[in-house]
Nanobody, 122 residues
């Protein structure tokens, strides 16, 4: 299975932007759908969005459409999450995950990164 490591989190002011990266190793990266999830304190893990193995199709949580963009570079075995117009409510730990399925359910993902903290100050 692919191993995943996220990076790029940090502290940003409301209205700012961040780009998270998810570096993969040890598996067939281009064959896997990649997703981003997030989890705020005291809340369940929430689907952010996903991208197909080829990168040709993406889907997002309705509440995040227009602000977040997922992309991937299969030559670099890396997936990205570009986050714009950040809000304090976007504060969470962000995880990338890999799956052989096309699903928004966390249960469908077999590989997870350790997570990266994103904090948005008001």
């Amino acid at each position: 299975q692919v191993q995943l490591v996220e990076s790029g989190g940090g502290l940003v002011q409301a209205g700012g932007s961040l780009r998270l990266s998810c570096a993969a190793s040890g598996g067939a990266f281009s064959a896997a759908a990649m997703a981003w999830f997030r989890q705020a304190p005291g809340k369940e893990r929430e689907f952010v969005g996903a991208i197909t193995g080829s990168g040709g199709y993406t889907t997002y949580a309705d509440s995040l459409k227009g602000r977040f963009t997922i992309s991937r570079d299969n030559a670099k075995n890396t997936a990205y999450l570009q986050m714009n117009s950040l809000r304090p409510e976007d504060t969470a730990i962000y995880y990338c995950a890999a799956s052989n399925l096309w699903t928004q359910s966390p249960r469908g993902y077999h590989s997870w990164g350790q997570g990266t903290q994103v904090t948005v100050s008001s």
